[in-house]
């Protein structure tokens, strides 16, 4: 969420969501050039719910902001369904009809929108902008949003959205700022966080993403599974007898890195860790994007970048090492030396394909598309 001054447009802009690993939002306070003017995080803290963070949030940012007024909040609205195909002002009815996809985004949606909530009930009058994960997705080609499911599922909105996208919109204009060659190419964004799915973007645009219909669909996450063959999820329910809830549970909550090391869903957790387990698992991590990155060049009808992004491929050189190496054959070349010293070019002159780190900012996103909604 963020806050705008009118007469000299500073944007304040928080993000955070409640899930199993805990509560951990940040608040950043930014001028229209993106100057951050304030920052403030808080430690995972499981025993404030939205109302009295969103309070607390809310009372710390208009102290720190002086004499500045708060005039509107922006939010992350993780899935804008078939409608929201662009940010918009929140009102009851589209409230309500954001409360509709919240089955299909269970660790987001119902978070977000408690957050909206929360705001309304501090600031009734203070304008809403929802900012959605799935928008920057929405334009793709129909083929790339089909299941092989009978049509009239398609109709009803049972097709593959995508998410990220405040994190994809974002890396693509800083491109078009650092790296205009690369942001007119092929280029595949690997945003690895918690939440972790790679974009094949094409002149700025989405072309292919690998979560789909939900955020569950694609890499192996932190405690996701990613991609998984259907006829699995049969079997629990058939053979295993697991109720939809307990499946849900499972595979949102108790998979992925966690699931694999049964250890953490971590990845410094797991680095740090000589368990035969924890290295089965970040193996793993590293052969899914691999694999999936194989797929989006298929889409992309070749590669010319590959951008890095959120905490694991920001931070975790080893990650990015692995996931080069089996990219090898594409004949792209990791510059071992620049993959450790931080956000820059990190692929050897002779690559074919330049590597990047590129350190993700949704909130900026998030703060521009209020800025253009409130005109
Ligand atoms: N400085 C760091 N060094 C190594 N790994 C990091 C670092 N910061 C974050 N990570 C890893 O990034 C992941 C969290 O990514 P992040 O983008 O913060 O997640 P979220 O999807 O919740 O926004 C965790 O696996 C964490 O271990
Ligand atoms: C959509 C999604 O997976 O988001 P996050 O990475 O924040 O969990
Ligand atoms: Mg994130």
């Given amino acids: ?25 940040k608040l950043v306070a930014r001028d229209a050039d993106g100057t951050v003017l304030l920052r403030r ?3 995972n803290n499981t025993s404030l719910d939205h109302a009295a963070l969103l309070k607390e949030l809310f009372d710390w940012g208009v102290d720190h902001l002086g004499d500045r007024e708060v005039i509107a909040i922006g939010h992350r609205v993780v899935h804008g369904g078939t409608r929201f195909a ?22 987001h949606q119902p978070h977000n929108l408690a957050g909206i ?13 929802a900012c959605f994960d799935t928008a920057f997705h929405h334009d793709r080609a129909a083929v790339a949003t089909r299941f092989a499911i009978p049509r009239a599922l398609h109709e009803q909105g049972i097709r593959r959205y995508g998410f990220h996208g ?14 205009p060659a690369m942001a007119e190419g092929r280029v595949i964004v690997a945003h690895l966080g918690n939440g972790a799915s790679l974009c094949g973007i094409r002149e700025g645009r989405s072309v292919d993403t690998t979560m789909g219909f939900t955020a569950l669909d694609g890499l ?9 063959d259907p006829g699995v999820i049969l079997h629990f329910q058939t053979a295993l007898g697991m109720s939809a809830a307990e499946v849900e549970d499972l595979l949102y909550k108790r998979s992925g890195l966690l699931g694999v090391s049964g250890i953490s869903s971590d990845m410094r957790a797991l680095a740090a860790s000589n368990a ?16 999936e990155a194989g ?15 959120a905490g694991i491929g920001e931070n975790n050189a080893g990650i990015r090492t692995r996931i080069c190496q089996r990219l090898a054959w594409t004949g792209l070349v990791l510059d071992e030396a620049a993959n450790i010293r931080g956000e820059a070019i990190i692929s050897a002159p002779e690559s074919a394909v330049t590597v990047r780190i590129i350190r993700t900012d949704e909130e900026r996103m998030i703060a521009l598309h209020t800025i253009r909604v409130l005109g």
């Fill in 295 to 309: 797929g989006l060049m298929s889409s992309l009808e070749g590669l010319d970048g590959l951008v890095f992004t």
């Fill in 117 to 129: 909530r929360a705001v309304n009930a501090i600031a009734p009058d203070l304008p809403q902008i």
């Fill in 86 to 107: 662009a940010p918009c002002l929140i009102d009851a009815e589209v409230l309500h009809a954001l409360d509709d996809l919240c089955s299909l985004a269970p660790l």
């Fill in 166 to 179: 405040l994190s994809y919109e974002y890396i693509a204009r800083r491109l078009r700022e650092i790296d």
């Fill in 220 to 228: 192996m996450m932190g405690t996701r599974s990613g991609a998984i």
């Fill in 276 to 291: 035969v387990e924890a290295e089965e698992a970040i193996e793993l991590f590293a052969w899914r994007a691999a694999r």
């Fill in 1 to 25: 969420m963020f806050t705008l001054d009118e007469t000299n447009r500073p944007t304040l802009s928080a993000g955070g969501q409640i899930e199993q690993i805990g509560l951990s939002p």
């Fill in 41 to 43: 995080d808080w430690e």
